[in-house]
């Protein structure tokens, strides 16, 4: 089944942050850190859905170098494609914000995620010591460079 996206809301950071703490224990974001990325000004924030229920949620940066923020999917719901759909729409979103080139940090240790973001042609610019707090875990700086859409919405060309 094919997730619905629709942007974040609010009301949706409570269920939100009770994934985060799943997915990332100690080093989640909190409640409060979701509700100022919503009000921030350039940011990008989705959820997806699956028979109404939150199955990830994903939110980007925008800028000329955008930053992914985050990114997560509830365990049950992994492996069925629905980090690709959330990573997709971001990457449309930077592009439609005028970005030249997409930044994210992972894990260093996560190997699944970086292989999904290689996928999309991200590539590798170094590691970030001890970023991951508190555990203290270093994580791995990707990149990918982006060219202008060349025509009308969908035809965009990557590099």
Do not use: C
């Not at 997560?72 to 980090?83: F, K, T």
């Amino acid at each position: 089944m094919s997730p619905d996206l629709r942007p974040m809301t609010p009301a949706d950071v409570p269920e939100v942050a009770e994934l985060e703490e799943v997915l990332f224990g100690r080093g989640r974001w909190r409640p409060s850190m979701f509700l100022s990325e919503l009000r921030a000004p350039r940011r990008h924030y989705r959820v997806a859905e699956v028979g109404g229920v939150l199955a990830g949620y994903a939110g980007i940066a925008l800028g000329e170098s955008a930053q992914v923020m985050t990114i997560g999917v509830h365990p049950e719901h992994q492996r069925r494609g629905i980090g690709r759909v959330l990573f997709d729409d971001l990457l449309r979103a930077a592009r439609a914000g005028g970005a030249r080139e997409v930044v994210l940090e992972v894990r260093v240790d996560a190997s699944v995620p970086q292989a999904m973001y290689a996928s999309f042609g991200f590539t590798p610019l170094g590691v970030r010591k001890n970023y991951y707090q508190p555990e203290g875990i270093d994580a791995l700086v990707m990149h990918k460079r982006l060219r202008r859409p060349l025509g009308p919405v969908g035809s965009e060309v990557t590099t």
